[in-house]
């Protein structure tokens, strides 16, 4: 099949070119070599083919290939025994060689087919240098397969090739149909230093550093790939780096690394059993360090007793701001430490995490016998862990904390103390774990959002680290986002989207259940729980409220292909995913926000213990498969059929929520009850207490020599505090000394990454101030206007925190509180 002329790579579209529809690649084999003085990665992939049955829909459900034989030995037999060492294989030639080496042009190319099959590969910004054959009978043969692949090391034959903008086209002469296509085939290339799929950077102690950096072209920069999600695929890499370098990598076991005596660098092997998309594979390779727990003798007795989190009885063990106090306070959480040599050159030796349960049987929230057993697995055929009893009382996995030097400490202090307690509280809200085990990765200044998580590796940006072990600060931020990346394992990675355009099921699961997650984490009582979780929504309110009056229409919406989601997964042939190359997209949270309170609206319906229990049906019931919108709710409608007969229907999802911009009715409604919450009220209290300090200073002689004012504040949480200057900055007139104290008495400069806007604002706002002799001027947000100018106003004649003053919720929208919805709102 030729590429799809249709398709316009100029629009913000991101073109899908693989012919998944006619053949699948159901393994990679990757061998690469790091070349920080290039910034280039060079080597070869060997791609392991299936055709496509027509009436077979290949990819939706994972298996189909068995990647354990595949692998049939360790990943350091696979180095012995599969993919030539870079010292052995052709050097890939510059960018013009490159091109010569392939078909001249793209005419020449298209009209020299003869009728040929043309095996199309998602790819961009990658020089090949030559496709060959590798002679393997069937790639599903897989018995024996990497001995005969190294019988067969020389390749058959070159195979003629041609590269556009977007794809790697293959074709073998005389082959007229994807079944008569070679089952396997070696492409040999090299990256280039502005490729969009890997970052070239250094960390924070100035050290060269290359990583998979999320980008919206996903992997296609670093190998040719098939990226539809219905292409799911296990892979194998062999990594050659320097040997002072750490290279982590999406695999199910940690690598051991081998010295390469001829290049003097280190050789890291990993693997997955469990077919994913391409696009979740993830590479980093660094000047890393392990981050080592502080006092490993009290790990056992932290592993036992502080991430017991499980059951509802234990959530009111203590109030929250004892528990919020222990997380950051408390011993180190590591239950084991191997004694070996630091993690300078990345040695297995190193510390390894985990939580010692030998003697404790199954976790008291064992949720294998809340849901129903009696549910198979959906997925192909691979090594499932969710059909591991004895992976169900596994509450911590073994976990590791990297980064650069300068920020082991921070590291140690909130992230390595944070990540057992989150896990073994994702475990008593979701139950076994997907994944083996977890490293965690303080990615280089600079990173585009706050984390990423990927198959059994996650990065962190340094933004959450800040405060951290200062004995001060609330360790929200970091701990929700290590709840947010956590979830995805479940949402996101063994529960994918079938289409991409679908990001809520990844993003929005991910948003309502790191809440969940983090309040079990804290040890909240149930009523602890709530609160922070309405200030929370409040918060999130304003932000979804903002983002949907400053942005287009088009970029609004859940489900943007409507009725047609879905369809071209299914065709898996060339198609296009909209609107991912839009350049206001990376900075939207549209699918976080508005998906989380679709999650929240549904369980508000069916209430949300029932809800929580059967999102773990639905996990055990779609793990290791992708799905669409109308999977979960179609289960859900079932599974609870009063809701049908309330009105709420397929179609009135859809409607309200997913097809349709702006915001509906309930959310309006809901958001006037959170703006009248305890905590919210507090905020309201603190705020005039602010705003009447201002106007007293404002009121003083100019000649008389000032005094720093003072205020009798509230301790606030993390959430409240934003929201306090949120509000603060929406006043017309702060004075210059007002600001100062504001900075001083919150310890804003330690804060962490919530805080950036405020800070910044706060700085502009002083220099104004002072420049224009305290007389104070209006600073224009982008989203200004979201809180009604008479909030603070309306309670200076006496009424503070109890006050029912105008409610928390952009003045455009308080006419729809109660009454009819503006016309954008879905009815």
Known sequence: MEPDEDLNPDTDDLPLRANTNHILVRHYVLDLAVHFDRKVISGSVVLFLEPRSETKEAGVRRGAFD??????????ATEKKLGARERDAPECQPHTAAKAGSIQSSHLWETTSDGDFTLLLDCCDLDVSKVEEVAVASASATSGLLPEVESERSAVGSLRFHTDRWSLQVRKKGVASPQAFPRALRIRYETRPAGGSVRWTEDQDNRVCVYTAGSPINNRALFPCQEPPVAMSTWQATVRAPS??????SGEEPAEPMEDEDTRSLIWNYYVTMPMPASTFTLAVGHWRQVLAENPAASDRVARDETDCGGTATLGAGPGERARADLLSGPSSISEVVKGSPVRTGSSDSAFCG????????????????VNDGIPCSHGDYPCRFTERSTRSQRVVPHRVFG???????????VLRLLPRCLAAAHAVLGLHPFPRLDVLIVPAGFSSLGMASPHITFLSQSVLCGLGSGENDPSLCGSRICHEIAHSWFGLVIGARDWTEEWISEGFATYLEDIIWAQAQQLSAQEAAEQSDLKALLRWRRLSDELQNSEEALQILRPNAENTGQLAASAGPSAVKHALNPDKPFMQVHYLKGYFLLRFLASQVGETQFMDFLRVFVKKYHGQLILSQDFLRMLLITFPDMERKGLTLSAIYADWLDRPGIPKWLYERSAVWSQARLVEEVKAEVVKWILLSQSHQGKGRKRKRSEPEVNHKEVTSEQLVMLLELLLEEEKLSAATLRALQRTYHLQDQDAEFADCRQEMAVRRSLSSSSSGRGRRLQKHSAGRTPKGFARSQLDGQLARSRAQPLIPEKYCVCVGSTPSASCSS
């Open 244 to 249: 002072e370098c750490v290279v982590l990598m």
């Open 404 to 414: 650069p030097a300068c920020l082991l400490q921070k590291a140690q202090m909130g």
């Open 355 to 370: 939580s010692s349960l030998e003697d404790e049987g199954l976790s008291k929230t064992d949720y294998s016998g809340t």
């Open 67 to 76: 990647a354990e034989e595949c692998l049939g030995e360790t990943p350091t």
